[in-house]
């Protein structure tokens, strides 16, 4: 058997940090030292490995080919660590942290989360939003939760619900006698609201692919309002200022308790979905699997209870 390497252990912590931060004096401060003890230890570790890590400027460094290389492979294998030490830690320490959406966090996850804490009080939850992919090992994240075709390579990636879109409005606006909504026709008469996510991509449906399937003409489908994200375009759609492509389980709550209503009932499938994305080999960490298992039974009662309506 080859004997192993006597691991310059601290000089890797020290070079990760600093590669991942590109800068001595933040990874100092992740580390709690100081930056020249960071510098030093890069450069025991550089000669130790024989070879430069990083080109140094008056105020910058940059990684060397050789140093993006190893930094690379030392992120897998830190990531690696988190996780074995995750799975052997005491339960009183298995806090969670999840990745999502604003719009899946406010609209799907907020109103059902009191489930989850009833079931599982021992666990407690930071829940943190964004739209940019998750970086599992720098942000440790345990589960994030994304809108899109599903293709995160090198992640452990299953379908938690799919989002079909359909128009919703508040329910004032149905009953506007001056400007009624009965027919798709009527929309002429009604502010369109946008969401920025869905311009330009694929497969997923905005107002000209909706008014199109309903055979709709000589309505602008780009007028009115466009929105940096569905959550404000369905909060406008809420407060009456006009009609929404809602997508079916961000819309859901809304609809239940009364705040939006379908006027129409065409609804469009979508090329993107709602994912569960990990890291590979995450499903061990047993506070993570907890919580993508209430995951999946709440997407399957909602299914269940889109079915019987």
Request: include cysteine; charged fraction near 20%; glycine fraction near 8%.
């Amino acid at each position: 058997m080859k004997p192993r390497h006597p691991v310059p252990l601290n000089a890797l912590r020290a070079f990760e940090a600093a590669a991942r931060c590109r800068s001595f004096q933040e990874a100092a401060a992740q580390l709690f030292v100081t930056p020249a003890a960071v510098s030093h230890q890069v450069k025991r570790l550089e000669a130790y490995l024989g070879v430069r890590l990083f080109h140094r400027g008056h105020r910058s460094i940059e990684l060397t080919g050789e140093g993006a290389n190893l930094a690379a492979s030392l992120g897998e294998l830190f990531g690696l660590l988190d996780l074995a030490l995750d799975r052997v830690a005491a339960p009183a320490a298995a806090d969670l942290r999840v990745s999502t959406m604003e719009s899946f966090a406010a609209k799907w996850l907020a109103p059902r989360l009191h489930r989850f804490h009833r079931a599982h009080p021992e666990l407690k939850l930071r829940i943190e939003t964004g739209n940019e992919h998750a970086d599992f090992v720098r942000d440790g994240i345990d589960v994030a939760i994304r809108y899109g075709a599903g293709a995160y390579p090198g992640l452990s990636v299953e379908p938690l619900m799919q989002a079909p879109a359909f128009p919703v409005c508040a329910p004032s606006l149905c009953e506007d006698a001056a400007a009624p909504l009965q027919r798709p026709q009527d929309l002429r008469r009604h502010t369109l609201l946008h969401d920025e996510g869905a311009v330009g991509r694929a497969g997923v449906p905005d107002w000209r692919a909706w008014l199109q399937a309903a055979d709709v003409g000589r309505i602008d489908a780009g007028r009115g309002p466009l929105f940096a994200s569905i959550y404000l375009a369905q909060e406008a759609a809420v407060a009456g200022h006009g009609v929404a492509l809602g997508l079916a389980p961000l819309v859901a709550e809304d609809l239940l308790r009364g705040r939006l209503v379908r006027p129409f009932a065409l609804s469009l499938g979508n090329a993107y979905a709602f994912w569960i994305v990990r890291r590979p080999g995450a499903d061990a960490h047993p506070a993570g699997e907890a919580f993508c298992r209430w995951l999946r039974e709440e997407a399957a009662a909602m299914d269940g209870a889109a079915d019987a309506s």
